[in-house]
């Protein structure tokens, strides 16, 4: 499978947004209920843009995926930490997809001077029919472990969710 990963564009949001908007009406995966309007996901793009890389998996001229770094938190002292996300199509999930997107953009992160990278998780002990344990292991295989957990503070489709905090260094403290 030859999959091209470059920068996302404001232009790509529609394609974006028929990835997302699926975890969103269908998972526990996105705390939001309803998907965002086109316009707002629109400026979320640009606005990640301005500090933050955003890509998107290519193949066959076609988006299937994205992952995107933000901030972890305002505060000064928060300088070298940063979150990611990613979303892929739901057909190709499994194929080795996450783990490009996800190698790329923590080396575009390390070489703008990050060092702690982070990953907050819907989870629940249980899996049902909205939430698997599917991101846990990912992030495990790419190197993130748990280091926080929120208990029961996401309520979606009648069922109560946690959130993990995964973290991972990709550089060096000095």
């Not at 470059?6 to 790509?12: E, F, H, K, M, Y």
Request: aromatic share 14%; hydrophobic share 40%.
């Amino acid at each position: 499978m030859n999959i091209e990963i470059r920068t996302a564009t404001v232009a790509d949001a529609e394609k974006i947004l028929a990835i997302y908007s699926p975890y969103v009406e269908n998972t526990a995966v996105s705390f939001e209920y309803v998907p965002p309007s086109i316009e707002e996901f629109r400026e979320r793009i640009r606005k990640t843009l301005e500090k933050f890389p955003y890509l998107v998996a290519v193949f066959n001229n076609e988006i299937i995926g994205y992952a995107y770094a933000g901030g972890f938190h305002t505060r000064a002292a928060f300088l070298h930490s940063a979150e990611l996300s990613i979303y892929l199509r739901q057909d190709m999930r499994g194929k080795g997809i996450g783990r490009k997107l996800y190698t790329d953009i923590e080396k575009i992160m390390k070489d703008k001077g990050y060092i702690n990278l982070y990953a907050v998780v819907a989870y629940a002990e249980e899996e049902d029919e909205y939430i698997t344990h599917d991101s846990v292991i990912f992030h495990e295989v790419m190197g993130y472990k748990t280091v926080g957990r929120c208990n029961k503070c996401g309520f979606k489709f009648g069922h109560w969710y946690d959130i993990l905090y995964m973290e991972k260094f990709i550089g060096t403290h000095k």
